[in-house]
């Protein structure tokens, strides 16, 4: 796994008036839009038990537990980044950034039509309390991971979604299909749980 030296802190905050907001970097920075009363930022330690509960509430036995969440955060602090309303976390996004040969040591059987190029954004973990119904919430909470991910050098983002997904029914498969990802194969992903599930793999690029 790759590990940049540079990790930006910053917290991502909405002007009511505006719907504008900064994402503050010492090197460089950028600007997105958020509704009011959304605030996006870098996860800490302390936020950690919290996601582990919204994993549980969204996937039962099948979500992430804290010692996974925790070793990710460490190793790659950049990559765990929470969303809040009125400082309570509504969802959060875990990524690693990994090298053009770098293949994730949960990835089994890889069948794609396309190889996977460059620096890339491996999208690990992606829950929201809504799961895909509040769209305008989930994506921006995308789009915010994603340009860290450019910050962080990455050129295309990957994900690999269950074939059977558990909210097939709020639109799962959709939702990264409309931010712009395109399914180009398929994987055998085993999660934490140590059960294999197969995947679709979607990818998108970042720039250009």
């Known amino acids: ?23 503050p970097r010492s090197q460089s920075g950028f600007n997105s839009r958020l509704p009011h009363y959304m605030t996006i ?12 509960l919204l994993e549980r509430k969204a996937y039962g036995k099948q979500g992430y537990s804290e010692q996974f969440i925790l070793g990710k955060q460490r190793h790659f602090p950049d990559g765990l980044i929470i969303s809040e309303h009125e400082n309570k ?26 190889p996977i190029e460059g620096r890339w954004m491996h ?46 029914k709020h639109g799962a498969h959709q939702f990264w299909e409309r931010n712009g990802y395109r399914k180009i194969g398929s994987i055998q992903w085993l999660p934490e749980s140590g059960k294999p599930v197969e995947c679709y793999f979607y990818k998108k690029q970042l720039t250009g």
């Open 123 to 168: 999208i690990v973990a992606f829950t929201t309390e809504t799961n895909y119904k509040d769209f305008e919430h989930d994506a921006n909470l995308l789009r915010t991971a994603e340009k860290s991910a450019i910050l962080n050098g990455c050129k295309f983002a990957y994900v690999p979604l269950p074939k059977e997904h558990t909210f097939d």
């Open 89 to 114: 976390i509504t969802g959060y996004i875990l990524y690693d950034s990994l090298g053009e040969h770098e293949i994730s040591p949960d990835f089994r059987i890889v069948s794609l039509k396309e």
């Open 41 to 52: 930022r870098l996860a800490t330690a302390k936020d950690i038990p919290k996601l582990a």
């Open 1 to 23: 796994m790759f590990k940049l030296a540079l990790s930006f802190l910053f917290v991502y905050a909405a002007v009511v008036h505006r719907h504008d907001s900064t994402f």
